[in-house]
């Protein structure tokens, strides 16, 4: 027998009641010997196993428009261990376990694991701060990826999961680099696909994390992709780029750029008219100390700042390379500029090498021309200066003649000056010829001078601009060719040298000069019949060309005023003419023409 009603021998009866209504054709509740209870299943195998064999089996709970449907579980010691609840008040799903809410499935159909509050489709809320509120985990085996988020039906997009074994975890498309080991790796987060360049990045047990990169290259995804590291940031916080070995410890190693072979550089790309900089802080916010240093590049005028002290300007390098300091428009290659109200503008050379009983070190700036050596000024030692009374300098001076290089002059430590020698046992030592305009005091120091006096004093004027005149038959002053000197005694003698460059209109014209003392004519000749009287005179040749006069003349002016000596001109000759000064007479704008000066030097002689 099946049944109950079987096994006692009783026959199937219809009865109605308030409790239970019996209506079926067949049997509808099976209740076995191990108390399972069938409902369209005469053999239950659990407690309550309900079976439509011809359509779709439903167990419905139905309450108020504002309760619940519950599904409880209990144990022997505690109830409400755990239920599935819905709740008709808000549509929601709720999932109890050990007696506390663990899921809820919203009206909006967002599921929530930990809030009773869903804000996304899965909203997870954890409650231990060290674990992870989420754990997907594939079956075992490498290249397996826990999760995948795909474009389309067949095509990988973004994976999670293992990449070739259980120590090197991967985000991406399960591609590793298999130049790096998997052992000392916590995970890859990495991207691929057929014929595309490949990324990786790997997280080391060290803490670092290091950025792989790999060409186009057709590699089918999940396979090892051999793949160069391009950049790390190491544990301590410190960049490295295209290096794994950071840079100079302490000072230099927050950022580290390229390897110890071929070239390396980083380039900072501004507009046409903006600025590329570098700031050196010392301080947060926005004090001074911010931005205390700064390197510069201005595109707009092709110019780079140097800053210090809160970024204020100390060297600039303009577009033409010149180099100011202290100075924002330098005006050469080096311009140093500073206003220094009872101080001074320096510029040092320096050098720091110093031992007993060693001078020959110097400090040398030089001047080249198409990479030779021009001239030099050195300063040199004359002690060892290991001591303060063993410090004494020198300074020379070396120019080139002729393709040698020679010192032509030197001040040592006793301040005496030598010319043409390096040994000056004077305050000036001259090797070689001395020419000077004028000596201050008597000239009784002078040794060695010509015999028949010393000179004591020399005045010259030059006249650099032309003079014109037209023809006259009476000496005239040239304007500007004189001097005026003071003798010192009355017995003194006044050398007189003259130099004239002239010129007429006439190839037969004749200029004539005379030398004049205050207004007496010196240095002049006899006038017979028609002649004129003069110190010196030319005939002009031609237009073009200009002649020199020269003449000297000693006189004897007995007095100690000042005396004015000054030339006078005449003309003559054929055709009468003009006079011109410092030119040719048609002064022609050419190479051929020239413009010249001309002199009249006086020079006193002690007797």
Not at 12 to 28: K, R, V
Not at 84 to 92: K, L, N, V
Not at 478 to 487: C, E, H, N, Q
Not at 519 to 539: D, K, L, Q
């Amino acid at each position: 027998m099946s049944n109950a009603r079987d096994k006692a021998n009783i026959p199937a009866l219809n009865f109605s009641s308030t409790g239970i209504d019996d209506n079926a054709t067949s049997t509808a509740i099976t209740i076995d010997s191990n108390e399972r209870v069938g409902i369209g299943e005469s053999s239950p195998i659990s407690e309550l196993h309900i079976t439509d064999a011809s359509a779709t089996a439903v167990v419905r709970l139905e309450s108020s428009d504002s309760g619940d449907c519950r599904i409880n579980f209990d144990d022997q010691s505690a109830t409400d261990r755990g239920r599935i609840i819905y709740a008709h008040s808000d549509d929601s799903l709720r999932t109890e376990v050990a007696g506390s809410e663990r899921m809820r499935i919203d009206s909006s159909g967002n599921v929530g694991i930990g809030t009773t509050s869903p804000e996304s489709p899965l909203h997870v809320v954890g409650t231990n701060t060290l674990l992870s509120p989420l754990r997907i985990q594939p079956a075992s085996g490498n290249g397996a990826s826990a999760f995948s988020i795909r474009q389309d039906a067949t095509a990988d997009r973004f994976n999670i999961g293992l990449a070739y074994s259980s120590a090197s975890g991967i985000i991406g498309n399960r591609v590793k680099p298999s130049n790096t080991s998997e052992s000392d790796a916590t995970g890859f987060l990495s991207s691929s696909a057929s014929n595309v360049a490949r990324t990786a990045i790997k997280f080391h047990t060290s803490g670092d994390i290091q950025f792989y990169n790999a060409p186009q290259q057709n590699t089918a995804v999940d396979s090892v992709v051999a793949m160069t590291e391009r950049m790390r940031i190491d544990s301590s916080g410190r960049l490295l780029i295209g290096t794994t070995d950071i840079g100079y410890t302490g000072f230099g190693d927050d950022l580290t750029i390229g390897s110890a072979s071929g070239n390396n550089g980083m380039t900072i790309r501004s507009g046409t008219s903006n600025y590329g900089t570098f700031y050196f802080s010392d301080a947060t916010g926005t004090s001074a100390g911010t931005y205390a240093g700064k390197i510069q590049y201005n595109h707009s005028d092709n110019s780079m700042v140097f800053a210090t002290n809160s970024s204020s300007e100390r060297m600039r390098i303009n577009s033409s390379g010149n180099v100011g300091i202290g100075t924002s428009s330098p005006n050469a290659e080096l311009h140093i500029s500073k206003s220094a109200d009872a101080n001074s503008t320096e510029l040092i050379l320096e050098n720091t090498f110093t031992a007993s009983g060693s001078t020959d070190e110097i400090i040398q700036l030089q001047a080249r021309f198409g990479g030779y050596d021009a001239s030099y000024i050195i300063t040199g030692k004359e002690e060892d200066f290991t001591t303060s009374a063993n410090r004494s300098s020198f300074m020379s001076f070396t120019t080139r003649k002729d393709g040698t290089l020679a010192e032509k002059m030197r001040i040592d430590s006793s301040g005496n000056v030598g010319i043409g020698t390096s040994s000056p046992t004077q305050k000036l030592d001259v090797s070689g010829t001395v020419k000077a305009t004028a000596f201050q005091g008597d000239g009784s120091a002078l040794t060695n001078l010509p015999g028949g006096g010393k000179v004591l004093q020399v005045v010259s004027t030059t006249k650099t601009d032309t003079f014109s005149a037209g023809n006259v038959s009476t000496y005239a002053d040239i304007t500007g060719l004189s001097a005026s000197i003071t003798p010192s005694a009355t017995s003194s003698k006044i050398l007189c040298i003259v130099n004239i460059n002239s010129s007429s209109d006439q190839n037969t014209n004749a200029n004539f000069f005379r030398l004049v003392r205050g207004s007496t004519a010196i240095n002049v000749g006899t006038s017979v019949g028609s002649r004129v009287a003069a110190s010196a005179h030319m005939i002009s040749r031609d237009t073009q060309r200009q002649t020199l006069s020269s003449f000297n003349f000693l006189d004897s002016p007995s007095t100690t005023s000042a005396t004015t000596y000054k030339i006078q001109y005449q003309n003559g000759g054929a055709g009468g003419g003009n006079c011109r000064i410092n030119r040719s007479y048609n002064d022609a704008n050419n190479n051929d023409s020239a413009r010249t000066a001309s002199t009249i030097t006086l020079m006193e002689i002690g007797v």
